[in-house]
């Protein structure tokens, strides 16, 4: 039987999946694999089951030397902590999860949306700190979402399913910024470059994947391009946003808000960040709902079973 290494706990039913048909070591922390650990696995596993966070990075890569490992699978669909041309490179070869989470990303990017656009994070704080003296017709005015330009930045699969919600839920016009030309079923233009979608919105949403190339896309003059009402909403990786830049805009004032669920440094959140009022940040809830989580293991489990019994991987990286 195939030594199977599971990364972090996943829900009951794939746990008991996975058990039935692989030798399962699962960690015991829920921290992600460091490089010791990453270096390890590679050396004494033939498949490992991956998730956020776990660093495959080229030096693990270099210092397992043998490896035994044939796949990882990753948990997720974002795979930037793995570096998927060294281990093809090595014989390792990479899946995700693409499809299982893009209709749960897109609902918390509806969350933050809506919680930012109408301060719903800062009128929870009020009500519970007990300070709040009751309705008034100029309390706390937020963001009219419904008829406003949303821009998306990332047309995927995620991206899309975001633009549809905000086109046929909120009367949104939707305006996109992508790196290749992209076709949709209803209206949505794509602008020539990053400034005119950031320009042009009233809310931007940002959706594209981790990586080298999408590294800080966000950043000082990217926000400065933003008019001051608008707010940003960041759902894709954290490290695609800078955050530095981001506190700067929002202290001075340069955009009204932001809602994030993802961090540069995650789990670390800036405390100037939690510091303002104007921002609304979720800890990394974008697939975090039972069956989504089910789904995503299940997909990752035929990954390897397909790898296991030398089919085609049904999602290759």
């Given amino acids: 039987m195939e030594k199977l290494l599971i990364s972090r706990k996943l829900p009951d039913a794939v746990m008991q999946a996975a058990k039935a048909r692989y030798d399962v070591t699962l960690r015991e922390t829920s921290q992600p694999m460091d490089h010791d650990e990453c270096v390890a696995a590679l050396q004494s596993y033939d498949a490992i089951l991956a998730t956020l966070g776990d660093g495959f990075q080229a030096l693990a890569f270099d210092a397992a030397g043998t490896i035994r490992a044939r796949i990882i699978a990753n948990f997720g669909v974002g795979y930037n902590h793995i570096d998927a041309v060294v281990a093809k490179a090595a014989g390792v070869r990479v899946t995700n999860t693409p499809g299982a989470v893009t209709d749960a990303t897109a609902d918390i990017a509806m969350t933050l949306m809506l919680m930012t656009a109408r301060r719903a994070g800062e009128g929870e704080r009020l009500v519970r700190s007990g300070a709040w003296t009751g309705w008034t017709p100029t309390q706390m005015l937020g963001l009219h979402a419904t008829g406003k330009t949303v821009g998306i930045i990332g047309m995927g699969r995620i991206g899309q399913a975001i633009a549809r919600r905000c086109h046929f839920g909120f009367g949104m016009k939707v305006v996109f910024h992508n790196r290749s030309p992209k076709e949709s079923d209803f209206p949505a233009q794509q602008m020539p470059d990053l400034a005119s ?75 100037a960040l939690i510091d303002l009022e104007n921002v609304v940040l979720l800890p990394h809830l974008g697939t975090a709902a039972l069956e989504v989580r089910e789904a995503m293991g299940f997909m990752a489990l035929d990954n390897l079973i397909a790898n296991s019994e030398g089919r085609a991987l049904p999602n290759p990286v």
């Fill in 197 to 271: 979608v950031m320009g042009a919105c009233d809310i931007a949403i940002v959706a594209v994947p981790g990586g080298t190339d999408t590294h800080h896309l966000i950043e000082a003059a990217t926000l400065a391009a933003m008019q001051p009402h608008a707010v940003l909403i960041n759902i894709s990786r954290g490290d695609v946003l800078d955050e530095a830049a981001l506190i700067n805009a929002l202290q001075k004032g340069q955009i009204a808000g932001a809602g994030l669920d993802v961090y540069e440094y995650e789990p670390k959140v800036p405390q």
